[in-house]
């Protein structure tokens, strides 16, 4: 079969999708998704099929329209996908992956059987068992996780060891949780890597991140990550480690961090296109998006180089209101050379909501970094009363 013929289902309609279509447009590429009919990829689907992502009946009736399916989002029905993967539909990635990426407590075993280096954790089903638990670990503060559905920094709470020990009421989640130290970081790293059915690995730059502190979501991403030559071989390799011990086919980020002793630990594995991967569309030669949908239809990978340094800031909903938006400040970024401008698609704006992102391309890391810096004091999403 021609594999530019073939028809790529998404689970999943928002923004990581659209920047998958966008990008495939030009290879003549067929793609068809299952979201809420209102969903960002809603206008430039082929075929959208509207319907939760937990519902075994949608899923087939994208199946039945495409060749290969795909995820842009951890939370979907993985059992009606292993049905699909028995039956004969080939899924990239397997949800035999998705089975233990989107349960953290599973991911972190998984890292732990695998001799992956890992922040230190301890497993809780249940409130009575934090107390325990805590106990475990001598740092004075500690992260913990839900074990499922947490996603852009919901679900997710940093505390202080002392106060669980001493007040139970304190525990900030009662589902199955992950509970960690809290690391003493020099940097937050991600390493996006793509693996083809063949076993044919490659990586894109090693980045470092800014988180926000508040929302947990990146506010700022710099490519590439300054870093010893030593580091950066050190993180791409634990990177393709990863993803070759889960034995992965797709495109994966994995994000790292840097402790102030110089260790690489990784945090977790996205299966999919991430926000650590957005600058790849301008800044290197073949963007995640292109990457996944040539994995997909059976094309060599294209080259990771960059092209040049980049700064990544997202574009978040403002504080203080729901609702209709603009983008102010688009016409001094409009302006400015070497930036690009991403929306999403999205029909309101709430607190802290990915709205869209800004890459910033410069001769010198420095030189973007500067751009993005001015930006940041002009652009922003307000109300648009």
């Not at 972190?108 to 249940?126: C, D, G, H, N, R």
């Not at 994995?254 to 299966?271: D, W």
Request: glycine content about 8%; some cysteine.
């Amino acid at each position: 079969m021609n594999p530019l013929r073939k028809k790529i289902g998404i689970i999943g309609g928002g923004q990581l999708g659209r920047m998958m279509i966008e990008e495939s447009l030009r290879l003549n590429v067929e793609i068809n998704v299952l979201d809420a009919p209102d969903c960002p990829c809603s206008e430039l689907a082929h075929q959208h099929v509207s319907g939760s992502l937990m519902d075994a009946h949608a899923i087939r009736k994208l199946a039945e329209i495409c060749d290969v399916l795909t995820y842009e989002i951890e939370h979907v029905n993985t059992e009606v996908l292993h049905a699909l993967e028995k039956e004969g539909k080939e899924i990239i990635p397997s949800p035999r992956i998705l089975e233990i990426i989107k349960d953290k407590g599973l991911q972190k075993q998984f890292f732990t059987e695998q001799a992956i280096p890992t922040a230190a954790y301890e497993l809780v089903e249940s409130p009575e068992e934090w107390p325990a638990a805590v106990k475990q670990f001598t740092s004075p503060r500690l992260v913990a996780k839900t074990r499922k559905d947490g996603y852009d920094g919901k679900g997710v709470s940093i505390f202080n060891t002392a106060d669980i020990i001493q007040n139970p009421k304190l525990i900030p989640f009662t589902a199955p949780s992950l509970i960690e130290d809290l690391i003493d970081c020099e940097k937050e790293l991600s390493v996006m890597v793509a693996r083809d059915r063949d076993g044919n690995a490659s990586t894109w730059p090693v980045v470092e991140m800014e988180f926000d502190p508040v929302a947990n979501l990146v506010t700022f991403l710099d490519c590439p990550a300054t870093l010893t030559d030593e580091l950066a071989v050190k993180a791409r390799d634990l990177a393709l480690q990863t993803v070759a011990a889960l034995d992965g086919v797709g495109v994966f980020a994995v994000e790292m961090f840097l402790t102030k002793k110089g260790e690489i630990l990784v945090n977790e594995v996205a299966p999919r296109p991430h926000n650590s991967g957005h600058h790849t569309i301008e800044a290197c030669y073949t963007s995640q998006f292109e990457q996944l949908v040539r994995i997909l239809i059976g094309l060599p990978l294209g080259s990771t180089g960059l092209i040049k340094p980049a700064v990544m800031m997202n574009l978040l909903g403002g504080d203080g209101f729901s609702g209709n938006f603009k983008l102010q400040g688009i016409d001094e970024a409009a302006k400015m050379e070497g930036v690009y401008i991403h929306l999403y698609g999205k029909k309101e704006s709430k607190p802290m909501r990915k709205m869209g992102h800004i890459t910033v391309l410069g001769n010198t890391l420095t030189e973007a970094r500067s751009k993005a810096s001015n930006l940041t004091q002009t652009v922003s999403i307000i109300a648009d009363n």
